[in-house]
């Protein structure tokens, strides 16, 4: 954490120094939706938040200026099994499963650096943004299975497979609607898609099989990549820079 202070201060004083015209704090936050890959397949979306905090250089219209952020993002997906009825075969009497969901929760500390162009519309500025991202997985929920049986256990993923960092990108745009001259409304549409592993399991043999009671079951290799798309609001806190002949 002292670190990635210590990183959004040296980008604050890159931002505030030389040829710039101000700097721009801003907070902001959302809801998110999460998806993951696992392996060649996709799990369902996840619904969750993230909150924001952000420091970015001021420019022209048309020209580039550079953002830092760093914030809390909930990354993962679900698995949702349906409610449905069935009957009984021991007795034939009608029965309900209500059904139930498994989600696949990572909390992460995440940090961007990019750079974003603004253009003037209607009302105040349309802007797009892309920049790369790396995030330290703070907690998950992969502790849920740890009550299940080991032999199905291993059937699941466990904490020994999860990658603290991970690495992406980040890309959108949004919209700045002016409230005065120093602060701005914000909303923003961003996708956050990781080129690195959430979690990476290699495969074994030998697990317990629960239908030959021997130990003869094959795990596969098992790989997980994040994906976010994040709708954000908040505010921006401008402090221009006028230079005086």
């Given at each position: 954490?002292?670190?990635i202070?210590?990183?959004?201060?040296?980008?604050?004083f890159?931002?505030?120094s030389?040829?710039?015209?101000?700097?721009?704090?801003?907070i902001?936050?959302?809801?998110?939706?999460?998806f993951q890959k696992?392996?060649?397949?996709e799990r369902e979306?996840?619904?969750?938040?993230?909150l924001?905090?952000?420091?970015?250089?001021?420019a022209?219209?048309?020209?580039v200026?550079?953002?830092?952020?760093?914030?809390?993002h909930?990354?993962?997906?679900v698995?949702?099994?349906?409610?449905?009825?069935?009957?009984?075969?021991?007795?034939?009497?009608?029965?309900?499963?209500?059904?139930?969901?498994?989600?696949?929760d990572?909390?992460?500390l995440?940090?961007?650096?990019g750079?974003?162009?603004?253009?003037?519309?209607?009302l105040?500025?349309?802007?797009?943004?892309?920049?790369l991202?790396?995030?330290?997985?703070?907690?998950?929920s992969?502790?849920?299975?740890?009550?299940?049986?080991?032999?199905?256990?291993s059937?699941?993923?466990?904490?020994?497979?999860?990658?603290?960092?991970?690495?992406g990108?980040i890309?959108?745009?949004?919209?700045?609607?002016?409230?005065?001259?120093?602060?701005?409304?914000?909303?923003?549409?961003?996708?956050?898609?990781?080129?690195?592993?959430?979690?990476f399991?290699?495969a074994?043999?030998?697990?317990?099989?629960?239908?030959?009671?021997?130990?003869?079951?094959?795990?596969?290799?098992?790989?997980?990549?994040?994906n976010?798309?994040?709708?954000t609001?908040?505010?921006?806190?401008?402090?221009?820079?006028?230079?005086?002949?």
């Amino acid at each position: 954490m002292i670190r990635i202070l210590a990183f959004i201060s040296l980008i604050t004083f890159c931002l505030t120094s030389g040829n710039t015209q101000g700097v721009a704090f801003g907070i902001k936050g959302g809801p998110t939706m999460a998806f993951q890959k696992w392996d060649t397949s996709e799990r369902e979306a996840l619904f969750a938040y993230h909150l924001i905090g952000s420091v970015e250089s001021l420019a022209e219209e048309g020209e580039v200026s550079i953002f830092a952020q760093v914030g809390y993002h909930n990354r993962g997906s679900v698995v949702r099994i349906r409610s449905f009825n069935y009957t009984d075969l021991s007795t034939g009497a009608p029965r309900t499963f209500n059904g139930n969901t498994t989600k696949y929760d990572f909390q992460n500390l995440g940090l961007s650096v990019g750079v974003k162009q603004r253009f003037s519309a209607s009302l105040g500025n349309l802007y797009y943004l892309l920049g790369l991202r790396g995030e330290y997985n703070l907690n998950n929920s992969l502790d849920q299975f740890q009550e299940f049986p080991p032999s199905v256990q291993s059937g699941f993923p466990s904490e020994p497979g999860v990658n603290d960092f991970t690495f992406g990108f980040i890309f959108g745009g949004g919209f700045e609607l002016p409230l005065s001259d120093y602060i701005d409304a914000t909303i923003e549409l961003t996708v956050n898609p990781d080129f690195t592993k959430q979690y990476f399991q290699p495969a074994f043999s030998n697990a317990f099989n629960t239908f030959t009671g021997n130990n003869d079951r094959q795990i596969p290799e098992l790989n997980i990549r994040n994906n976010s798309i994040e709708l954000t609001v908040g505010f921006r806190f401008k402090r221009v820079v006028e230079y005086v002949d």
